[in-house]
């Protein structure tokens, strides 16, 4: 009989490895379980928040994927029987010889005290892209111009490395030009962030940061981690016991992999899945592989981009393994574009390959790079172009 593969997660990394499963191996039957009807990417959001886009435009079906031959459910998966080699879901259950779960991002909501998922439908995190997105964008338009936007940005590892910044970015952008006397207050616990030179390069010639009447101000480091939160006055607490009033809240809060993972029992004590990455095998299950946000693939960052790459090599090891033979030696690719403004993007490539012995994922050496400081304009412009070039590529790629 043809092998079965179940498919947990319709996102960019299940997406995408049921259609490169399809093309590896066209005889393996394919289910796709997701729980929505349709998905809205994160990527390109934030110029939701900036006002550049609707969200509209970052919605995708499944409709592709079914003409390709394979089967979407749409229904919640409430478990996995790792024993019976069965999925269990809202829609019954689906027997399988290999499962790939891809479940994404679940939040760390006790972090910050009384803040919680209710809570998120008034102060959202909007670190999956839909309602809250909509809701934090209208909240940012009902704002009084002088107001404040305060960000709580998240503790390593999470979602998407330069988003935070990307969405501080479009933020300000769009309080240039419609509210100049507001300002973006970033508090992080971190104390630094990728890309960071460019950012605040861009910041210094696009919002005055560094001056006094600076848009953008970022707030670094372990006194700034924010520890609670006043739901009724939109007052959160730092670590150093500062008390910051908002205009508007948009709390990010440190991550974990999505719930699935955990009742599964994929996660380890990091709370994230450790997996073989030569074929993304679960190192605590057989024959169920973990991709995307929820894996563990240091030094991929938690990117679609990466998930994408990922879902890839896992859709060639699975092909392999289910027909007899061993994974091949697949290298990894991530890149990303963060919009700083209207006319002003940068970038970062970064190219991975399997370390020698297979157990590890490496950087190859005098490989990718970011795009340079101190560029001239058309660059900035360019990598604007290249940004949305890329979008419409990247979708159709996980999705058609
Ligand atoms: P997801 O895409 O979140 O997919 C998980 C899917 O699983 C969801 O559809 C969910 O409904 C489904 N699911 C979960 N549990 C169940 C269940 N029990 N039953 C059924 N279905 C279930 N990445 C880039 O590469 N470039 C960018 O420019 C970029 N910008 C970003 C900007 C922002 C603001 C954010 C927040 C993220 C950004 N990212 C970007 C990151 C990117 O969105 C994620 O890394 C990517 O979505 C991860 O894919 P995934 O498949 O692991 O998770």
């Given at each position: 009989a043809n092998a079965n593969v179940v498919i947990i997660g319709g996102g960019t990394a299940g997406a995408t490895a049921a259609k490169y499963l399809k093309l590896a191996d066209p005889s393996i039957n394919i289910t796709l379980i997701e729980k929505n009807a349709h998905y809205y990417t994160c990527y390109m959001s934030n110029e939701v928040l900036g006002g550049?886009?609707?969200?509209?435009?970052l919605k995708f079906g499944y409709a592709g994927l079914e003409k390709r031959g394979i089967t979407v459910v749409q229904a919640e998966v409430t478990a996995i029987d790792a024993v019976a080699k069965s999925v269990q879901t809202t829609a019954g259950n689906f027997p399988y010889d290999r499962c790939i779960v891809a479940p994404g991002i679940d939040y760390?909501?006790?972090?910050?005290?009384?803040?919680?998922a209710d809570v998120a439908q008034q102060?959202?995190?909007?670190?999956?892209?839909g309602e809250q997105t909509t809701l934090l964008r209208s909240q940012l338009e009902a704002m009084p111009n002088g107001g404040t936007f305060v960000m709580v940005a998240p503790p390593n590892?999470?979602?998407?490395?330069p988003a935070p910044y990307e969405r501080a970015s479009q933020v300000a952008s769009y309080f240039k030009k419609h509210k100049p006397n507001s300002k973006v207050l970033i508090l992080d616990p971190k104390t630094s962030f990728t890309k960071q030179s460019l950012f605040e390069e861009g910041w210094m010639q696009?919002?005055?940061?560094?001056?006094?009447?600076?848009?953008i101000e970022w707030a670094s480091g372990g006194s700034n981690?924010?520890?609670?939160?006043d739901t009724a006055t939109k007052t959160v607490t730092t670590a150093g016991g500062e008390r910051i009033a908002a205009n508007v809240l948009n709390i990010i809060p440190a991550q974990k992999a999505g719930a699935l993972a955990f009742s599964a029992g994929l996660t380890d004590s990091s709370g994230w899945c450790p997996v073989?990455?030569?074929?993304?095998?679960?190192t605590l299950h057989d024959n169920i592989h973990v991709i995307g946000d929820?894996?563990?693939?240091?030094?991929?960052?938690?990117?679609g981009f990466a998930a994408n790459s990922e879902a890839k090599a896992c859709a060639l090891a699975v092909a392999a393994l289910l027909n007899g033979r061993e994974p091949g030696r697949t290298s990894f690719s991530n890149g990303c574009y963060s919009l700083v403004g209207d006319d002003y993007a940068i970038s970062v490539v970064g190219i991975y390959r399997l370390s020698a012995d297979g157990k590890m994922i490496e950087a190859v050496p005098n490989s990718g790079g970011t795009s340079p400081l101190a560029a001239a304009e058309e660059e900035r412009l360019i990598d604007v172009q290249y940004a949305y070039s890329w979008y419409n590529n990247f979708t159709q790629d996980v999705f058609f």
């Open positions: 550049g886009r609707t969200l509209d435009s760390r909501y006790e972090t910050i005290e009384n803040y919680s102060i959202p995190h909007a670190w999956k892209a590892p999470y979602r998407c490395p696009l919002y005055g940061y560094g001056n006094n009447d600076s848009m981690a924010v520890v609670s939160l073989a990455v030569a074929s993304f095998e679960s929820a894996c563990i693939a240091n030094p991929l960052p938690k990117s």
